[in-house]
């Protein structure tokens, strides 16, 4: 009788290569060499190729998230016993490591979580005088010239600190900022760095007397190089964008900027594919400009402060994750969705369950954000 042990390493290797992300666990509780294998090398790669595989915020918990084009097989399921049961109010990814900001307000923490290792590494402010609070923005990234994981703060409206993952520490940067990072957008990590919507600051000359009326400047595209540690030039959008209008950030295989804009009062979206993307440097393609008037429901991302969404390059079809409020029985409810449209027109749509509002200070959101990220398993270190 054949037993598991006689089995040759590259006959297991293929065969794991098959085997779902998702029965991870099980893979490594089947045998000692299995185990092995599974932190040695990344397995089930024919699964990742397939289908979206990524990590989905849904009020406050963090959800594992297989999505299939294809309709069969996608499945979006809350992970229970992570980070001692902590709510997290946003999520990033990098490098297959992602970087979790927990929802507590007096002991608000970060925590870097490599999923694919079951690894985590918590992280504190530089002392209680630094605490990090609702208002913060972060970056996650790595430098470029020794793979060394670094975390961005931006806090007090424009001062900036960063956590070196080498020497367990954080340092206060001396950045004089040009720009003002839009607030209500998460930054987008790509190739190591990090891409925000933001816009230049307006000078206005002192010696000018009365009210002075200006012309309020369109957004662009900022990257932060954690290599140089700094601020890039200034990047073109591919249209002009202002505040008040729709507008998000993703990637594409860690190897593409995707931008996804919708004109205040307006029911045609636009989303644009990166040609070319560097610290200084980028050019856009068109790929998808839809009506959304037939659908008869706007993403209505003003609810959720930009939400998530995803493209699939090759079906031509993009995914958008955003909250919903709709009249039903007399009453407004709000409702976690998914827009699964493509250049054909609108697809379909799914409700994920009601967006519970919540009663905030005057400046928070009473809702919590359907927040998503691809993932791609990695062996990065972080203990």
């Known amino acids: 009788m054949t037993m598991i042990s006689d089995l040759s390493r590259d006959l297991v290797e293929e065969v794991l290569s098959k085997v779902p992300i998702t029965c991870l666990r099980a893979v490594r509780s089947t045998c000692k060499l299995w185990n092995v294998l599974s932190k040695d090398r990344v397995l089930c790669k024919t699964d990742i190729t397939h289908q979206f595989i990524g990590f989905m915020v849904k009020e406050y918990r963090i959800c594992s998230m297989r999505f299939s084009l294809h309709g069969v097989g996608s499945s979006i399921k809350e992970i229970g016993n992570l980070f001692n049961e902590a709510e997290i109010c946003n999520i990033i990814h990098s490098d297959g490591l992602l970087l979790c900001v927990t929802k507590e307000d ?46 961005l703060r931006v806090f007090d409206v424009n001062r900036y600190e960063i956590y070196d993952f080498s020497s367990n520490s954080w340092r206060i940067l001396d950045i004089i900022p040009d720009d003002d990072i839009w607030s209500r957008q998460r930054g987008a990590s790509l190739k190591g760095n990090t891409y925000f919507v933001a816009k230049e600051k307006t000078l206005v000359d002192e010696d000018v007397v009365g009210e002075v009326e200006i012309d309020e400047p369109h957004n662009l595209l900022l990257c932060f190089d954690f290599t140089r540690e700094g601020f890039g030039l200034f990047l073109p959008l591919p249209f002009l964008h202002y505040n008040e209008d729709i507008g998000t950030l993703s990637t594409l295989r860690d190897e593409k900027l995707v ?102 200070p005057m400046r928070e959101n009473p809702y919590c954000c359907p927040l998503v990220c691809s993932y791609f398993p990695s062996l990065v270190q972080i203990n």
């Not at 590494?121 to 793979?147: C, L, M, T, V």
Request: overall charge neutral; hydrophobic content about 35%.
């Open 106 to 151: 007096k002991t608000r923490s970060l925590v870097v979580w490599n999923p694919y290792l079951g690894q985590t590494r918590w992280i504190q402010p530089i002392n209680n005088y630094h605490r990090f609070e609702s208002s913060d923005k972060y970056a996650f990234g790595y430098d470029h010239k020794n793979r060394n994981h670094k975390i």
């Open 259 to 360: 931008v996804l804009y919708q004109r205040m009062v307006c029911p045609e979206v636009e989303i644009w594919v990166t040609t070319n993307i560097e610290p200084d440097v980028v050019s856009w393609t068109p790929f998808l400009n839809i009506d959304m008037q037939p659908l008869d429901r706007g993403f209505q991302f003003g609810l959720c402060s930009g939400a998530s969404f995803f493209i699939d390059e090759e079906m031509k079809i993009a995914v958008v994750f955003y909250i919903y409020r709709a009249e039903k029985m007399a009453k407004t409810r709000s409702y976690h969705s998914v827009c699964i449209t493509g250049e054909n027109g609108y697809l379909d749509n799914l409700d994920l369950g009601d967006a519970v509002y919540r009663h905030v």
